[in-house]
């Protein structure tokens, strides 16, 4: 069974950084690509960001770009999310994503989200 | 960008209804286009891929079609555990990823 579970959210100062993790199992990490996809409190979905099954393609949602680092260790079956530079728009339900396959499409954005965790919660607030 | 526009945002009918929704892109994606179905505390599930493949395990009551610009989620016969909010996903380029969801309610 397919099992992701995302860790590390918490209430975090505006300016400041939080490390997401992203733990796997059920399935070989190393053969799909992951992403990250945020919802905020009574809002739609957004994608922040997607990395390929060997890191060799990352792709960043305008909105995160420059401040979030997204990275994975195939070792330990992990995706993780740095987030720096945090703002209060920032605050959202953080979900950790597994494509149907190994790498980005063409542009590097998502891609087709088949199995999704249940999310660790950042809010960004003072 | 892609700015994609879904409608209706939201959606009242019975047990046994129709339920069509729609989701326009503003250029042509081909058929990268998914669609997802979140119920409330839960995270999004995919039901759609590729515009019109039915995911594994999912109900045939749902359907999809389209391509280019205009797609379209179908019901066939509501559910009362249909009772979600549906989002379509685009992944041919950058801008809105996702449309803004509409909310299935049962009258």
């Known amino acids: ?126 | 960008d892609i700015q994609m526009t879904q409608s209706p945002s939201s959606l009242s009918a019975s047990v046994g209804d129709r339920v069509t929704i729609t989701c326009q892109a503003s250029q042509d994606i081909s058929n990268y286009l998914n669609w997802y179905q979140q119920k409330p505390g839960k995270a999004p599930k995919l039901l759609i891929y590729d515009a019109s493949n039915l995911e594994t395990g999912v109900p045939s009551r749902f359907s999809g079609s389209g391509s280019g610009t205009d797609f379209t989620f179908t019901i066939s016969s509501l559910q009362p555990e249909d009772i979600a909010t549906y989002y379509c996903q685009q992944y041919d380029n950058l801008g809105d990823t996702f449309g803004q969801g509409t909310k299935l309610e049962i009258k």
């Open chain 1, 1 to 126: 069974e397919v099992q992701l579970v995302e860790s590390g959210g918490g209430l975090v100062q505006p300016g400041r950084s939080l490390r997401l993790s992203c733990a796997a199992s059920g399935f070989t990490f190393d053969d799909y690509a992951m992403h990250w996809v945020r919802q905020a409190p009574g809002k739609g979905l957004e994608w922040v960001s997607g990395i390929s099954w060997n890191s060799g393609s990352i792709g960043y949602a305008d909105s995160v770009k420059g401040r979030f680092t997204i990275s994975r260790d195939n070792a330990k079956n992990s995706l993780y999310l740095q987030m720096n530079s945090l703002r209060a728009e920032d605050t959202a339900l953080y979900y950790c994503a597994k494509d149907m396959n190994p790498t980005l499409p063409e542009g590097a954005v998502a891609g087709t989200l088949v199995y999704w965790g249940q999310g660790t919660l950042v809010t960004v607030s003072s």
